[in-house]
């Protein structure tokens, strides 16, 4: 009975632990990507990224990467509830060269 009792009490703790971390995590990264093909056959691309705080630095990172792939991108902070980060926007000339972007890349035999 001592045996169960136990066991019962280990659930419990590893329960409230797992709901813990769930609260605490969930709603830390927001990411959107949005793309516009002009007519002209230029192409804008716009990123927004939010985190929490704790993970400040990713986004961060983020922002450096796309700066160092095009000096051009114009960044603004932004805020939503207790997240904030940046929008990205880029202008590229041609499709071909937003085609260059990693993110677009196509892979062999993925896409």
Known sequence: MMIETCRNRMRTLFAALLIGVLA???GCFSG???VVINEDGSADLKT??????MLA???EQS????LTRNPD???NPVTKESMSGYEITEHYATIDKLSENDFFKAN????
């Open 24 to 26: 605490m995590t969930s």
């Open 32 to 34: 959107d990507v949005n």
């Open 48 to 53: 927004t990224l939010m985190s929490v705080p």
């Open 57 to 59: 630095e990713v986004i």
């Open 63 to 66: 922002k450096t990467a796309a």
């Open 73 to 75: 991108a114009q960044v």
């Open 108 to 111: 062999e035999g993925k896409n």
